[in-house]
Every structure is written in C-alpha cells, then in structure tokens.
C-alpha cells in the first residue's frame, strides 16, 4: 500500500512512501534505533557519549547503531548524571566501577576511583554551600524588596484617604 508522503507534500516518485498493512509495527531495528530517542537524548549527544566510551551500542552488518533496552536505559542514566554536573571522565569511572560489580559483585574500588569521588563530593558540598548563600541572599532582597513595596502601597492608601477626606 502506498501513501502520500505528508501535507501539502507534492506529488512524484519522492514524495511516496510504502506504509505498512494493518497498521504493523516497525521492525525491531528501526525501534531499536529509536529507543534512545525516546530516552530523551538527541542522537547527536549519543554519538558524544560513544565517543567519551559512556555508551557502547551494538553495530549492524550496514555500520548502523543498535540500542538495546539496557542502553537507552544507560543513556538515560549519563544524561541525568551530565545534567547533575558531573564530569564525563567521573561518569565513566561510575560506569566502569558498576559494570566490574556487575560481573564480580565482591570487587572493590580502586583507589583512584574512590579519589575522584571523593574529590566531586567535596566539590558538589562546596557548590551546595554557595547555592545556600546565594538563596539566603536572594530570598532576603526580595523579602525587603516586597516589604518596602508594600509600605509604600500602604503610603499611597494613606495619602488618597487623607486627600479625600
């Protein structure tokens, strides 16, 4: 069956699209190549985490990338991780750290794993307290901000009483 490409699309051999019978799904490598997408991550920012060895998708016989479940999942997890701020070469040492306990559940940290962690935690305790310094801050303007309003609407009430009276 064959239908028109989209809305206000012209006609020719470009425009035509065969759409499949019975409103059947798309074969499990397109899907499969959809999955990060619906992860909320663009394909570009997957072909960066590939690059940065975050995200390790399967190649096709044609060259494309196939995700699986478990990658999107894995893209999902860096991204939230890059939005918190963290630094991709501490991401993949999380990875790579979660990736060992997943196949040997008694190793340990190595030392300069738990060094860079430690390192990250003092930074994010740091940024944590200037965040607090500057909300005080913020949250004191506008309470004085909001009170000074206020007295001066107070004021104004006050002078349109006295000149109507």
Not at 94 to 107: K, Q, S
Request: charged residues 35%; positive net charge; contains cysteine.
């Amino acid at each position: 069956m064959w239908a028109r490409a989209g809305p206000g699309r012209r006609g020719g051999p470009s425009s035509w699209r065969a759409r499949p019978r019975g409103g059947r799904r798309a074969p499990a490598r397109r899907r499969a190549r959809r999955r990060p997408r619906r992860a909320g991550v663009s394909p570009r920012v997957l072909r960066y985490y590939e690059q940065q060895g975050l995200l390790l998708p399967r190649r096709a016989g044609n060259d494309y990338r196939e995700y699986t479940e478990e990658d999107a999942a894995r893209a999902q997890r860096v991204a939230l991780m890059v939005r918190s701020g963290m630094p991709t070469r501490l991401i993949k040492a999380v990875l790579d750290l979660e990736d060992t306990l997943a196949r040997d559940p008694d190793a340990s940290c190595p030392l300069e794993v738990a060094d860079l962690l430690a390192a990250e935690l003092r930074e994010l305790d740091d940024r944590i307290a200037c965040l607090t310094r500057s909300r005080r801050t913020i949250a004191d303007y506008l309470e004085r901000t909001s009170r000074t309003a206020a007295e001066r609407a107070s004021a104004r009430e006050s002078a349109r009483a006295g000149a109507s009276a």
